[in-house]
Structure formats: structure tokens, C-alpha cells
């Protein structure tokens, strides 16, 4: 009972980790793309803008993935990490090189500089999303097992591939909705227009890779084939679908309004309906979630620890999203910085 | 579980992953002082310019926060690293025990996310917040990060005093007990001696950038203002540390007596143990080097010279530390209590000064040792953290498992590789976070000497820039 309720707080951090990182990967997927320097320049600046005061949040939500995994589920966290270790080190990696190159490619002033931490942030953008995908795919299709050894045959195969391109186009969608809605509020029109156009087009890969990774998993993952075509999967997978064409819809309307809700809908519902297809298994037909549970007292602490937190936390993130929407925060200048007290408290 | 391994039974991939962890760890920890006690610093500084609505004092807070920004990142990006390296380096401590002491873990992941949401809005309300509100939303984050370090200073020292399990007949842990897994018997003195450390260190470091200025004739009250707050915090914490650093060390020598062996190394268990200061174990027990001390290593440890000391030897040679891991632990440790005596001199310096003059030292030596003291300081936070990992090998989990049954089965080729990029990955980042300080710094400078508006451009704005729309278009 208390492994189950641990197994779906597990999925809600991978779930909130999704849409939280994810948007913050998309942001470096368009950052990728936004072609030379001069004609990047623009898009650029505003994915520094927008990203800047949530970053560190978003990310943290992976720190807590990991922890739910060794702490409720010691034996997974062990199975994945034995199995999936060349995916899941190059998505470390990717992380640092992410972190550091976006919080320091600013402070660069040569054109050559900034190129080389943007480019560092760009790439490892598009690297881990798909790493962490492969790694989860890996489970998906039953290959984590105790048994198994690190080799390239455990995620270099159809789900692996397929989760981690959708783990791409998942993030790309995202962050151009974001992006999209962030020029709306800076007032940038033709931003607005520029990431809107982007938006459809990575929801449309998004749909139509969903759609090969249903048949691939047919026969490559039959137990989440059929979780995801039965009952409770069934249900989150025609609300991700039905999220995708409101998002599509919703941003051909002028406003835009309600897209960010929509697509951070869609993300979450799919990998609910991966996570309930699961069920009632942490890896397909060899580790169920009782099995791999830790001991019950571990669990209900975690359950507690987990709950006290929320009550924490939730106010203190609802504040920084409710001021950063708000405009309340900008970073400080080199005017703050100076002598003179040029800042307002000054 | 208790199988014998002997030395050749280490598989070879424990070399690259102990390595790794241990480089990841080391550049890690540089970031943590100024990661727990920067916050704390910057609101006293912020604290003390809005109640004498003090313009220096609130720029000095300012630019600190600026600072705290990229080095909050560098820590967030060096810190999940280690939560990966658990896995991919010790998954088979984390699948036996992730559940008995995982849940400091939990509470410090938290904590953490807590932290990131209120340096967010710290750093990020200077412009716009009102002034007080923006003052009391920074208050919780000291408390906030004396959590995080909680949850991990109780994972920690749970390695070193495993307790709150017992073993069943297959060598698991069955009936947790997570309250006595948290507060195991090393967990008090680990947490307070590693808090106070964090003060310390924060403060010197952060008081030696004000002592160089000083030393090159800026001698503003910018510069005594910078110097002065973080140098008195540290100076007050300095003697605090000394008594809990030595009370810690009487705890080692009563929860993990073979590691206190090592620290000291004690080669025989017996009375009358004389103290030496450094000195190189040899594995036939001979010691080679140092000051030797008689009788003084039993009296620190039960303040008699009759106490029994524990040797080495008192367990096999493959349940403790080899002779060079223990004169690992020993430099380390010694390193680190010298560090702290020189330290207690300085504070006990500007106290004596302060006390007569009501004034700063005038003495230039006093500026030139405070320089140097944030990176000793820093120098001393490594040695301890040495003496902790190291005194207790060959364990990962101090008497239940070793390090080598802990450690993944990836060949130790892959693992090399790893490790080499990691290098290249953290000498360029850590080698990038330098360089964007001194640039900060020197850029600070010329602003105030020149005294004119700077050039605004996005180019040179923190890294994360201003977020004002007129940007764009």
C-alpha cells in the first residue's frame, strides 16, 4: 500500500521534473537552432531572459527523482544505474555542462566565448533530455534487470531510441510554448510568432513519434503496449492526445492564453499513462513495486518528509512563479553594482 | 556480508571510481562554505544597511548577492553530479542500505529545492521588491540551508556509525528504525563542527578579498565595512570550532576507535601513547618522521596518561585503514588542527586589539595572514574531510560494507575514461568560475574609481541579465 503511494510520488517528480527541466531543455533546443549568431541574436536573449530566475528549481526536481528512487526503491535505483550506465554518466555530464555553460556564457564578452558556452549549453540541452529518455525506456521495455550488465545492447534499442527522441520533442514543444508566452509578456510580437510557429511544429514530431513508439512497443514492450491501450494508460493517453490538439489549437488563436497549461498537461499525462501502464511493475514482468519497495517504516517517513515539504515548498514556489510572472524580478545591472547606491534601497 | 576480502580481491574499477568520487567530492566541497554561510554573511551586511540606511553597506550586500548567483550554480550542476555518482559509482551501497539512511537524503532534497526557490527570489527582488519585504523573504534562507547540510551531514555520519537495522540471516537490513539511522552517534558532532566550519570558512574568505584591498592601499570604509562584518563572524565562530573540532576527535576515538588509530597513527593498543605531529606509518608499524610527543595522544583522548589508546593492529589487516591510507588520514588531520591553532591566533589578535583600541589591527602582517586565511580555512575544510573518508577505509559503510563491495561493476577502463572527462569538464568550469569573479571584481573596481554611470549593455550584467522588456526591442 505505502510502496504504491511512494511509486506514484515517484512518478508525479518524474512527471513535474518533465515539465519543469523540460522546459528548460526546450529553451536550449531552440537555442540550438536559432541558426548564426547575428540571426540568433534575438531569440537568444530572450531564452536568457526567460530562463533565468526558474532554472535552478526546475532542475533541482531531478535531485528529488533520484532520491524517491534510493530511498523508497533501493534495489531499482541499483538495477538502473548498473544497466544504464553509460546513458545515465553522459547525462550527468550533460548536466554540468549545461548548468555552468548557460550561468557563465553571459559573462563573456567575445563573440568566440559566448559561442563556445552557448554552444556547450545547446548541445548538452539536446544530449540529456535524450540520455535520461534512453534510461527510461531502457526500463520500459523490461531490459533493467538484475542480471543484466552495462552493455550498449540495454538502451541502444527501438524504446530507448524512441523515448529519448520523445523526450526531445517533448522538451522542445514545451519550451517553445513558454518562450512563446514569455514574448507575449516582454511585448515582443514577432518573438511571439517565431516560437508559436516552432511550438506546432514540435508538437506535430511529438505526435507523430508518439504514434511509432505505440507500434514499436507493441512488440518491443508488450506489458506497457498494453498498459497504455487498457484502462487508467488508455485514459491519459487519450488526455495527452486531446492535450496536443488544444495546445496546436490554442496557438493559432490570437491570444495564445492557456497553451502553457495545455502543453504542460500533455507532458505530464504521458508520462502518467507510461507510469500507470507499468503497473503494477517498477521494471515490466521482473521487479514489481512491492518487490523492490525499502522497508515500510522508510517509505512512510519518506511519505512524511515528502508532506511536510509540500507544505513548504508549494507557497514558496507558488511565490516565485506568482513574482516572476508578476515582473517582479530582474536581476541586478552593473548600475545596482557601482558605487553611490544607485539601487532603490540606496 | 562479513566474507574476508583480501587485498587482491578489490576489483579493479574501485581505483578510477574511488578517484572520481573523491575529485568530484573535493571540488565540491570547495563551493559548500560560501554556498551555507554567504546567504547568512550577505543578509547581516543587508540587515545592518537598511537599519543605519547604510548605501555602503547595502552595495557591499548587492554585489555579494551577485556573487552568490554564480556560485549557487556552479554548486546546484557540482552537487547533482554526486547524486548521479551515486548510482553510477556505489550502486550496490545504495541498493543494500538506500533504504535505512536514504531518508536524509530526502529531507535535504527538499531543503534544497526550498534554498533554490528563496535565493531566487533573493537575488532576483533587489530592483523591484519593496525593500523590507525583499529583506525578510531572504531571512529563511540561513535556516534553509542548515537544513540541507542536516540531511547530509546524517548520511554521512551514518557511514561512519551505522545504527538503526538489524542484519537477518541473508545479511540484509530488516527492522528500521529511520530516527536512530538519522541520529547516529557521530551525528551530533559531525553536523555542529561541520556548520561551524562552513561560518568560519565563508567568513574568511570572504573577509581576505577585503584584507588584499587593504594591503593594496584601499582603505575605504568599503573596503573595512567588506572586511569587517564577515572577519568578526569568523573570528567569534574560530574558538567554538577549536572546542568542537577537539570534541569530535575525543568522539571518533570512542564510536570509531580504529579510525582515531589511523588519525593518530597508533599502531599498538596500549597506555601511555605518545602524540606525533605528522610522521609516516610504515606497514611493519614503524613510524619514520615527526615530532614526537610523549604520553600526549592518551591525554588528549581521556585526559590521563593512562588511558588506552587503541592500536591498529587490534583488527585485521583487512578490516582497517593500509599504512599509507592511515598516514593519508594522519597528515590530513594534523594539517587541519594546525590550520585551526593559527587561526585561533588571528582571532585572538584582532579580539585583543579590539578589546584595547576599539580599532582594527593597524599591523600589516595582521592583513596579510587574514588574506591567507579564507584559503587556509578552505585548505582545512578538505583535511577534515580527508580524515572522515579516508580513516574509514577499507568501509564504506563503517563495519558492514566495504568500499569494494560497493562499487559498480562498469570495467574499470570505462570508468577511467569517465573520470578523465570529468577533469576536463570541471577544470574548464571551475577554471570559467574564477574567471568570471575576477572579472567581476576588476569590473567593480573601475566603476567605483571612475565613479561614471558603466556602459549598459547586456553584455556585461551578471549571469543571468537583466529581464527588463525595453531589451528586445
Redesign the interface.
Known amino acids: 500500500m505505502i510502496a504504491g503511494v511512494i511509486a506514484v510520488v515517484l512518478l508525479l517528480a518524474v512527471a513535474a521534473y518533465a515539465c519543469g527541466g523540460g522546459t528548460d531543455y526546450g529553451a536550449g533546443f531552440w537555442d540550438l537552432t536559432a541558426g548564426g549568431a547575428e540571426r540568433g541574436k534575438r531569440p537568444r536573449r530572450l531564452i536568457d531572459h526567460a530562463m533565468a530566475p526558474v532554472w535552478e528549481v526546475n532542475n533541482v526536481w531531478l535531485i528529488f527523482v533520484l532520491v524517491i528512487m534510493w530511498t523508497g526503491f533501493p534495489v531499482f535505483f541499483q538495477q538502473v544505474f548498473v544497466t544504464m550506465w553509460l546513458p545515465l554518466a553522459l547525462a550527468a555530464v550533460g548536466t554540468v555542462l549545461r548548468g555552468a555553460g548557460f550561468a557563465l556564457r553571459k559573462q563573456v564578452r567575445r563573440l568566440a566565448g559566448r559561442r563556445l558556452y552557448g554552444a556547450l549549453f545547446a548541445v548538452a540541452s539536446l544530449l540529456t533530455p535524450f540520455f535520461l529518455g534512453a534510461a527510461a525506456g531502457g526500463v520500459a521495455s523490461g531490459r533493467v534487470t538484475s542480471t543484466t550488465t552495462a552493455s550498449t545492447d540495454a538502451w541502444a534499442n527501438p524504446t530507448s531510441l524512441l523515448f529519448g527522441l520523445l523526450a526531445i520533442a517533448a522538451t522542445a514543444s514545451l519550451g517553445a510554448v513558454f518562450l512563446a508566452a514569455d514574448a507575449r509578456r516582454f511585448a515582443v510580437p514577432d518573438l511571439d510568432g517565431y516560437f508559436r510557429r516552432r511550438a506546432l511544429g514540435a508538437l506535430a514530431a511529438l505526435a507523430v513519434l508518439a504514434v511509432i513508439t505505440l507500434v514499436v512497443t507493441h512488440g518491443d514492450a508488450p506489458h506497457v503496449w498494453h498498459g497504455l491501450t487498457h484502462g487508467v494508460g488508455l485514459f491519459f493517453v487519450v488526455v495527452a492526445a486531446l492535450g496536443t490538439v488544444a495546445t496546436g489549437w490554442l496557438l493559432t488563436r490570437p491570444s495564445g492564453a492557456w497553451s502553457r497549461v495545455t502543453a504542460v498537461g500533455t507532458v505530464a499525462s504521458a508520462i502518467l499513462a507510461w507510469g500507470m501502464a507499468q503497473r503494477p511493475y517498477l521494471v515490466p514482468t521482473s521487479l514489481t513495486v512491492a518487490e523492490g519497495a525499502g522497508a515500510h517504516t522508510t517509505l512512510r517517513w519518506l511519505g512524511l518528509v515528502t508532506l511536510v515539504a509540500l507544505v513548504l515548498v508549494v507557497p514558496a514556489v507558488a511565490l516565485l512563479y506568482w513574482l516572476d510572472t508578476q515582473g517582479e524580478l530582474e536581476s541586478l545591472t552593473d548600475a545596482d553594482l557601482r558605487g553611490a547606491g544607485t539601487g532603490d534601497e540606496g | 556480508m562479513h566474507t574476508v576480502l583480501s587485498l587482491a580481491d578489490v576489483p579493479p574499477q574501485t581505483l578510477p571510481a574511488r578517484s572520481m568520487m573523491a575529485f568530484t567530492l573535493a571540488s565540491h566541497i570547495i563551493l559548500v562554505p560560501l554556498g551555507v554561510a554567504l546567504p547568512l554573511i550577505t543578509l547581516i551586511m543587508h540587515g545592518y544597511?537598511?537599519r543605519r540606511n547604510d548605501?555602503?553597506a547595502?552595495?557591499l550586500a548587492?554585489?555579494w548577492?551577485?556573487v552568490m548567483?554564480?556560485q549557487?550554480?556552479?554548486g546546484?550542476?557540482?552537487?547533482?553530479?554526486l547524486?548521479?555518482?551515486?548510482?553510477?559509482l556505489w550502486?550496490?551501497m545504495?541498493?543494500?542500505?538506500?533504504?535505512?539512511f536514504?531518508?536524509g537524503?530526502?529531507?535535504?532534497?527538499?531543503a534544497?529545492?526550498?534554498e533554490?526557490?528563496?535565493?531566487?527570489?533573493y537575488?532576483?527582488?533587489?530592483?523591484?521588491?519593496p525593500?523590507r519585504t525583499?529583506f525578510l523573504?531572504g531571512l529563511p534562507l540561513p535556516f534553509a540551508a542548515l537544513l540541507g547540510a542536516f540531511g547530509i551531514l546524517a548520511a554521512n555520519s551514518w557511514m561512519n556509525t551505522p545504527r538503526g537495522f538489524t542484519l537477518d540471516s541473508a545479511g540484509n537490513?530488516?527492522?528500521?528504525?529511520?530516527w536512530k539511522a538519522i541520529f547516529t552517534p557521530m551525528f551530533g558532532p559531525q553536523y555542529w563542527h561541520f556548520v561551524v566550519a562552513m561560518f568560519v570558512t565563508a567568513g574568511y574568505v570572504v573577509a581576505g578579498v577585503y584584507a588584499t584591498g587593504w594591503l593594496r592601499g584601499r582603505r575605504d570604509r568599503?573596503h573595512r565595512l567588506g572586511f569587517t562584518v564577515p572577519f568578526t563572524l569568523a573570528a567569534v565562530f574560530t574558538p567554538v570550532q577549536f572546542v568542537l573540532g577537539d570534541s569530535i576527535a575525543r568522539q571518533v576515538f570512542h564510536k570509531q576507535p580504529v579510525k582515531f588509530a589511523a588519525m593518530e597513527i597508533v599502531w599498538k593498543t596500549d597506555t601511555h601513547q605518545p602524540e606525533y605531529l605528522y610522521g609516516r606509518l610504515h606497514p611493519n608499524g614503524s613510524i619514520s618522521g615527526g615530532i614526537r610527543i610523549p604520553q600526549l595522544d592518551s591525554i588528549l583522548a581521556g585526559f590521563r596518561p593512562d588511558t588506552k589508546v587503541t592500536g591498529l593492529t587490534s583488527v585485521p589487516a583487512s578490516d582497517r585503514p593500509t599504512a599509507a591510507q592511515a598516514t593519508i588520514a594522519h597528515f590530513a588531520f594534523d594539517t587541519m588542527v594546525f590550520i585551526g591553532s593559527l587561526l585561533i591566533l588571528l582571532a585572538l589578535w584582532y579580539a585583543v586589539v579590539w578589546l584595547r583600541r576599539r580599532r582594527l589591527p593597524a599591523s600589516p602582517w595582521f592583513y596579510r595572514v587574514a588574506a591567507c586565511a579564507g584559503v587556509a580555512s578552505v585548505a582545512a575544510v578538505e583535511c577534515g574531510w580527508i580524515t572522515t573518508e579516508v580513516g574509514r577505509q577499507p568501509w564504506i559503510v563503517y563495519q558492514n560494507m566495504r568500499v569494494a563491495e560497493a562499487v559498480?561493476?562498469?570495467r574499470a577502463g570505462?570508468l577511467w575514461l569517465?573520470f578523465g572527462?570529468?577533469i576536463v569538464?570541471?577544470v574548464?568550469?571551475f577554471g570559467?568560475?574564477l574567471?568570471?569573479l575576477l572579472?567581476?571584481r576588476s569590473?567593480?573596481r573601475k566603476?567605483?574609481a571612475t565613479?561614471g554611470?558603466?556602459?549598459?549593455t547586456?553584455?556585461?550584467?551578471?549571469?543571468?541579465?537583466?529581464?527588463?522588456?525595453g531589451?528586445?526591442?
Do not use: C, Q
Request: proline content about 7%.
Open positions: 544597511g537598511l548605501a555602503t547595502l552595495l548587492r554585489r548577492s551577485a548567483a554564480v549557487f550554480a556552479i546546484v550542476v557540482t552537487g547533482t553530479v547524486s548521479f555518482e551515486f548510482g553510477l550502486p550496490g545504495l541498493g543494500r542500505w538506500g533504504d535505512v536514504g531518508i537524503f530526502g529531507v535535504e532534497a527538499w534544497f529545492f526550498l533554490a526557490v528563496l535565493i531566487a527570489v537575488l532576483y527582488g533587489w530592483r523591484r521588491l525593500a525583499h523573504l537490513p530488516v527492522d528500521v528504525n529511520i568599503y559498480t561493476s562498469t570505462g569517465m572527462l570529468v569538464v570541471y574548464f568550469v570559467s568560475f574567471a568570471v572579472k567581476m569590473r567593480w566603476a567605483d565613479g554611470p558603466p556602459p549598459e547586456p553584455e556585461t550584467d551578471t549571469p543571468y541579465g537583466p529581464r527588463s522588456a531589451r528586445f526591442l
